[in-house]
């Protein structure tokens, strides 16, 4: 196939990917109308436990994966790519087992029940096996069949956790069958890209275990620090609120959590096609043409994003005073979250400062600004929490962080440039 047609033919994986992606917005949204406040509170905590696990899940081997199996690809070192698929489905399994030991105390967290919190953890597993198996077909640059992978997750963890959570009315039971069906993806997907190498399956499974001492642990913990500082700068907004809202305001909160949810899925979508580029680019060209890319992108989204920002405002507000008039009190919650998530889906000055291997500068700076905006706003609102307001409060506290986390990671990117 030329270069054009193949270029034409993969051109369709832009709006498979948003089909893709509107289904998995659709979830929360579908979740909301079926259960009721309290309901759709656990099933937000569910959500919050299992992203929490996907950013340590692994220790720190998925960006490590993310960064190595373009470059292997592109010097035909492919087995030593799927040898760290494979160790990271290893160490995220063996890291579920031991969280799952929390799940079993008598004590809740995030206000569920040991029993919801150990189908929460499973929902973490599954979605970090997805991303692991996913990795193999962005990493080739095929982002058609990456999307086909995405949409048939969709398709099938939103039919069925739908059917189920309407049948039950079970905020556990949907995030169990979400769990279950991503798992079963997720296997299929590994079984097609291990059935077509020359070692059998599971000897390249026992590879991977005996190789786990001679992982650089080192790096893959640094890429796990950044990870969760990151992570804890986009979501302790979500932790604060689950432990110091009332169930009502915390369900609020959660469903106008689902602008930022939307906004970072698309941009993990987005840069699941453009990291491997950036990558490519670092191993076959030079660190300032990838730099030139990351900059480029940034830039697009957050002006587009930007001009786009105000009408969608109107039209979000119309859509909840219409369909989903209990969560009014999300209104106010809005605007704020659509400033963040126009940051948020701007930021790929991360995805390079960790491909030319400046993680460990990356974390200094993230916990930096994220340590001297906490001190002010404590300073400013500590007083006040668990009050009248405090979900606007932690509205704020997020905005905070993300405009100061963009500023300086963007500041150091263009420094590194060259």
């Known amino acids: 196939m030329s270069i054009s047609k193949k270029w034409r033919a993969d051109a369709w994986y832009i709006p498979i990917l948003a089909l893709a992606m509107g289904l998995m917005m659709l979830r929360p949204l579908m979740m909301a109308r079926i259960f009721d406040t309290a309901g759709f509170a656990i099933y937000g905590a569910g959500l919050l ?5 996907c950013m340590f899940g692994c220790l720190g081997l998925q960006p ?8 292997d690809f592109f010097n035909g070192k492919e087995i030593a790519s799927l040898v760290l698929l494979l160790q990271g489905i290893i160490v995220a399994v063996f890291c579920a087992f031991v969280v799952s030991s929390v799940g079993l105390m008598d004590f809740q967290i995030a206000g569920l029940t040991p029993k919801s919190f150990l189908i929460s953890l499973l ?18 640059g095929e982002p058609l069949r990456f999307s ?21 009315r079970s905020p556990a039971a949907a ?4 769990a279950s069906l991503s798992l079963l993806v997720s296997w299929r997907i590994l079984a097609i890209v291990l059935s077509g190498r020359q070692v059998i399956p599971t000897k390249l499974f026992q590879l991977a275990f005996r190789r786990l001492p001679r992982i650089r642990w080192r790096d893959a913990l640094a890429l796990m620090a950044v990870m969760l500082i990151g992570f804890g700068l986009t979501s302790i907004d979500r932790w604060f609120a689950a432990s110091w809202l009332t169930v009502d305001e915390f369900a609020q909160y959660v469903f106008a959590w689902i602008l930022l949810t939307a906004s970072q899925s698309f941009q993990s979508i987005v840069n699941s096609s453009v990291y491997p580029s950036l990558a490519r680019r670092l191993a076959s060209d030079s660190r300032r043409s990838s730099f030139r890319l990351a900059a480029k992108v940034s830039f697009l989204f957050l002006s587009i994003g930007f001009i786009l920002m105000w009408p969608a405002c109107y039209i979000f507000s119309y859509i909840i005073s219409v369909w989903f008039a209990e969560y009014s009190s999300a209104l106010l919650l809005i605007p704020i979250f659509l400033v963040i998530a126009v940051v948020r889906l701007s930021d790929f000055w991360t995805s390079y400062l960790i491909i030319v291997g400046k993680e460990r500068l990356l974390l200094v700076v993230n916990v930096a600004a994220g340590v ?42 263009i420094r590194f440039r060259n």
Request: aromatic fraction near 14%; charge should be positive.
């Open 148 to 168: 086909f992978q995405n949409l048939i997750r969709a398709v099938v963890v939103v039919f069925f956790a739908g059917v189920v959570g309407l049948y039950t």
């Open 123 to 140: 929902h973490g597993l599954s979605q970090q096996v997805f991303i692991l198996a996913t990795v193999e077909s962005r990493s080739r």
């Open 372 to 413: 001297i905006v906490f001190i002010v706003w404590l300073n400013a609102f500590w007083l006040d929490l668990g009050g009248n307001g405090s979900a606007l409060k932690l509205a704020w506290l997020a905005l905070a962080l993300t405009i100061s986390n963009y500023i300086c990671v963007s500041c150091t990117a």
């Open 64 to 71: 490590m994966l993310q960064r190595k199996m373009p470059a």
């Open 175 to 178: 995030l169990f069958v979400e």
């Open 49 to 53: 436990v299992s992203s929490t696990f």
